[in-house]
């Protein structure tokens, strides 16, 4: 299962026998790290393993991850893939928070962290409540629109969605809600 | 062949030996002198089947049924509980022919190491045979296990039909069917007390199986149902919990948020064994909805000993469960991906807990935590988060030394880490030593001991010295020969063994065929063993369940002669992948097993039986 041939095959150059590379004579490279697809059901042998590990110890001080071998550790699969990454708690100020809407009966919970700018939030929002927000602008507010969306912040007070940078708002925003937007104006006086 | 006979019986794992099907042996009382009369004979057949209806443990009655023939056919007559440990071991239709009053049978297939993805899915241990072989001839069995069987819906729906009195059904690591399968078994066995799915694969065919258990009151003790991976009507769940007063057994899968929980544990504060589901809310919460008073819903549950499921676990929650831990005997968080700090203010309640199941997640510092208070603790298991072999792991031999150190009447154990020493192994040889089942797992192949850098024999040694009462144990980190020279000079319990990526030479694994006289079943992979070694269990191997070698040093020839050495072996050389040709001489696994039916008829391409 060896060596493409295609520089011996250069006359009487023989290309690949002066190539300067690291690793152990008479290997060829892409034979290396074979395997590690967990589709793959073929596994590396014992012998190659120990080649593997030779040739990693003399490239450099960073040994690249050993190749995953099939079935080891011994866990079934369903426990393997069970594991999301750990969901950041609300201990952090509002990463899930609770998005109520006026006159609607249920609330929404939403992971403000999958969004990565207001127009997606706002976007998101108005997909979920079928409604229309509108774009904000810093004077006015979301003055127009048939809602306006507001938040809750670490301090207890009602903000306007829109007015801080958004990484100050998704760090300190404990819930939200859905205006309707002849409220909302009166938010303009504060 | 006289051989046979006494060996492969001696194990008293099977439920039929050859031996018996062919000759009598000892003195036959039927048979009697001229003085005694027909009737007296009968006396004493009446009096034997009267008898035997007490021996329950299936040694005693595979060693009863070889007295005589007339005490092999009351035997027959009499047992109502078969174990068949291996399917291919004997047939359904000469189990069916000798044993005429079947109640309940426990059934397994595939071999262990199968549920690693080391050999193709289609390897067989089908359970369409068993179920039409018994749908003819056993008309009143009740209870039915399988294990690591394929077993498909139209199997459920002949299952469904065939047994009028049928109670309880019992699949574990199963795969083949879907809910259709289970919507028959739901509608069709009237009966029905007992239905346990434990880590079977279960394909969704979207069949609101839980609507189909028929209406009115039943007799339900049983549903475990956690492994199901597929949205379930909940009104229909909570309606047939309502109407399941003696429903004591309630697992429920991931689809069942803590607030569906709530309303269940509400109707059902008489369960023993609860199984949380996600143990966390529905995205959706009504508005001005208060959250539940989960705490009172736990307290109110005073018969319940044992917790698991947390599937997707809001740690918020966990202290509802604080009324229970006192009187918990089994605690499974092996799906929750709790920190040491979220374990101790609740195992520090557990002062009755015996067996625990963790992930490596709450550290070592948890295990601490866990010795310090859970004294009783019998059964043990730390699963691993991250399940690679150079992943970090944030238990190590610190923590197996605490729990050593703490839980003194420790039985069993299986701990994943990717850090040990052979002191912290010796010394749970030495605090615990009614040790039964000790399997450790260091991850990283070949991993010595992270201290002095030395194999882990000596560990290993200890446990099989000082635990003189272990029969199950699985071996990793680097070992060399020496290691299984102590498991052949001191298990001599050993009925299990699984290694992997260990041992030197064939010696290692002659060590132990040579010097485990009760050893069953025996898993190895990739370590260095060969045709030599291979020959040197000949003695043993009717004695064995099955031997299991994948990536060894066998060659087809080495197998070829044990299979021409031994008839009644079933030698199996496996393709481990599908797809390719098997090449002459290389073959992925090793899979021989005892039976008394020759090669089987149903093996797949990739199968080559010697």
């Known amino acids: 299962m060896e060596k493409p041939m295609s520089y011996e095959s250069e006359d009487h150059l023989n290309l690949k026998a002066t190539e300067l590379r690291l690793g152990l004579p008479g290997r060829d490279e892409s034979d290396k790290q074979s395997s590690p697809s967990a589709k793959n059901n073929k596994r590396t042998s014992p012998e190659m393993e120990g080649v593997l590990y030779a040739e990693n110890e003399e490239q450099d001080c960073t040994p690249p991850p050993k190749a995953q071998v099939v079935g080891w550790p011994p866990v079934r699969s369903y426990r393997k893939n069970c594991f999301q990454p750990k969901k950041i708690e609300a201990d952090a100020s509002g990463v899930y928070v609770k998005v109520s809407m006026d006159g609607a009966p249920y609330l929404r919970k939403i992971d403000l962290n999958v969004y990565k700018s207001y127009p997606e939030l706002l976007k998101a929002l108005e997909n979920m409540f079928k409604c229309t927000i509108g774009v904000y602008s810093e004077r006015d507010g979301y003055d127009g629109s048939d809602y306006a969306p507001i938040y809750e912040d670490k301090d207890g007070d009602w903000m306007l969605v829109g007015d801080v940078p958004w990484d100050m708002f998704s760090t300190s925003c404990k819930r939200m809600r859905i205006m309707k937007g002849s409220e909302a104006k009166g938010l303009g006086c504060l | ?610």
């Not at chain 2, 007490?54 to 595979?62: G, I």
């Not at chain 2, 549950?301 to 740690?315: A, H, K």
């Not at chain 2, 792991?393 to 050593?404: H, K, Q, R, T, Y």
């Open chain 2, 1 to 610: 062949m006289s051989e046979d006979r006494a060996e492969m019986s001696e194990d008293g794992g099977e439920s039929s030996s050859p031996s018996s099907a062919t000759k009598p042996r000892g003195c036959d009382v039927s048979g009697g002198g001229d003085y005694l009369s027909p009737s007296a004979d009968q006396v004493l057949d009446n009096v034997l089947d009267n008898v035997l209806l007490f021996l329950t443990s299936r040694r005693d009655r595979n060693a009863a049924s070889l007295v005589s023939k007339s005490w092999w056919r009351a035997e027959a007559l009499t047992r109502e509980e078969l174990f068949i440990g291996n399917c291919y071991a004997v047939s359904p239709r000469r189990v069916t022919e000798r044993f005429r009053r079947v109640r309940a049978v426990t059934l397994k297939g595939k071999p262990r190491f199968a549920d690693f993805n080391l050999m193709p899915p289609n390897w067989g241990a089908h359970f369409a045979p068993w179920v039409a072989a018994m749908g003819h001839r056993y008309r009143a069995l009740e209870k039915l296990c399988l294990k690591r069987m394929r077993v498909k819906d139209e199997d459920l729906e002949l299952l469904a039909r065939s047994f009028p009195c049928f109670k309880e059904l019992v699949l574990v690591c199963c795969d083949g069917f879907g809910t259709s399968g289970l919507a028959m078994v739901a509608s069709k066995c009237r009966q029905l007390r007992v239905l346990d799915l434990t880590e079977d694969d279960v394909i969704d065919d979207e069949v609101d199986w839980i609507s189909c258990f028929p209406e009115g009151e039943t007799s339900l003790e049983s549903l475990i149902f956690d492994c199901v991976d597929c949205l379930i009507d909940f009104e229909a769940l909570e309606q047939l919990v309502t109407r399941s007063p003696s429903l004591k057994k309630l697992r429920l899968n991931r689809y069942v948020n803590i607030g569906q929980l709530y309303r269940l544990m509400i109707q059902a504060p008489q369960l023993t064994h609860l199984g949380t589901g996600s143990f966390s809310p529905s995205e959706i919460v009504a508005q001005g909805d208060q959250e539940p008073d989960y705490v009172s819903a736990f307290a109110a549950c005073r018969s319940l000993v044992c917790l698991s499921g947390f599937r997707e676990i809001t740690s918020d929650y966990l202290p509802a469960i604080y009324p229970v831990c006192a009187n918990l005997t089994s605690l499974n968080f092996s799906y929750a991906n709790i920190s040491a700090e979220q374990l101790i203010p609740v195992i520090r309640h557990c002062h009755k807990l015996q067996i625990l199941w963790v992930l490596d997640s709450v550290c070592d510092e948890g295990l601490h935590a866990v010795a310090a208070t859970c004294k009783d603790l019998r059964e043990l298991r730390v699963f691993p988060v991250d399940a690679r072999e150079d992943g970090e792991a944030p238990v190590s031999d610190v923590g197996l030394l605490a729990i050593s150190e703490g839980c003194s009447k420790l039985q069993s154990i299986l701990y994943f880490c990717q850090r040990m020493t052979n002191a912290a192994v010796i010394a749970m040889s030495k605090n615990c030593p009614d040790i039964v089942v000790f399997r450790l797992c260091i991850m990283g192949r070949h991993q010595p001991d992270h201290i002095t850098d030395e194999p882990m024999d000596e560990g290993f040694g200890a446990i099989v010295k000082n635990c003189k009462k272990l029969t199950r144990l699985a071996v990793s980190g680097l070992l060399t020969d020496r290691a299984f020279s102590y498991i052949g000079q001191y298990g001599k319990l050993v009925r299990t063994l699984s290694v992997a990526f260990a041992g030197n030479s064939d010696m290692g694994l002659k060590y132990v065929l040579e010097g485990c006289p009760r050893l069953q079943k025996l898993e190895i992979r990739d370590s260095p063993f060969g045709d030599s070694a291979l020959h040197s269990g000949l003695h043993h191997y009717y004695n064995m369940r099955f031997l299991w070698m994948s990536s060894c040093k066998l060659t087809r020839q080495g197998c070829k002669e044990i299979a021409q050495r031994l008839p009644r072996l079933v030698v199996e050389v496996i393709n481990g992948s599908e797809e390719d040709e098997m090449e002459d001489d290389f073959f992925d696994v090793l899979y021989m097993y005892r039976s008394l039916e020759g090669p089987r008829a149903d093996a797949p391409r990739f199968v080559t039986i010697l």
